[in-house]
């Protein structure tokens, strides 16, 4: 294939960050030395920026949610990040949090990263996450329940968001009588304000 048909191809897609696996989907390469050899060249040559191992942007203006996505396999946003877009905290983070198979956390470019480890039960079960923008992201119920999942008493600025029902029923993946008390606690604050 034409190197102008790659890069090509690379442009049309909507995604603004792609791993090894990304690229050799896009360009249809099932030859390792052969994709390797593509990425290092277009890297050279400016068309592909490497943001760390595996992970390649367009260019500078890549989507912060989408490297923090690609970062780990599988993963989505969620805890602070998702809480603040559903209007559930109105603390200002400019690191991204995710749940993520382990628990780290990075700087690349100007972007910050945590990922918190969930049990893979939780993690690989797709209840709740949805996907925009070429990343997943929890929606307020799941991520509220990741939060007190792992921290039991966190505050949140407000709970409207929340939808009662669907939290009762995404708590069945995460196997834990605990949390369900803890839902009600919340409930019962949200129901008292």
Request: glycine residues 4%.
């Amino acid at each position: 294939m034409a190197t102008d048909n790659l890069i090509a191809k690379l442009y049309q897609s909507t995604q603004t960050v792609f791993t090894t696996k990304t690229l050799a989907l896009i360009w249809d390469e099932t030859n390792s030395d052969n994709l390797k050899s593509k990425i290092a060249y277009y890297v050279k040559q400016g068309v592909l920026i490497r943001l760390t191992r595996g992970v390649f942007a367009k260019d500078k203006e890549y989507n912060s949610k989408e490297l923090a996505n690609s970062i780990y396999t599988p993963s989505y946003i969620s805890f602070e990040t998702a809480l603040r877009e559903a209007g559930m905290i109105f603390q200002h983070y400019d690191t991204i949090f995710i749940a993520a198979p382990w628990g780290r956390e990075m700087k690349i470019g100007n972007t910050s990263i945590k990922s918190r480890k969930l049990k893979d039960e939780v993690l690989f079960n797709p209840a709740g996450v949805t996907n925009q923008d070429n990343y997943s992201i929890a929606t307020p119920e799941r991520a509220f329940l990741d939060m007190i999942y792992l921290f039991p008493k966190y505050y949140f600025d407000n709970l409207r968001p929340i939808n009662w029902e669907r939290c009762f029923e995404l708590a069945e993946i995460y196997n834990n009588k605990q949390l369900i008390k803890r839902i009600k606690n919340y409930q019962k604050i949200s129901n008292a304000k």
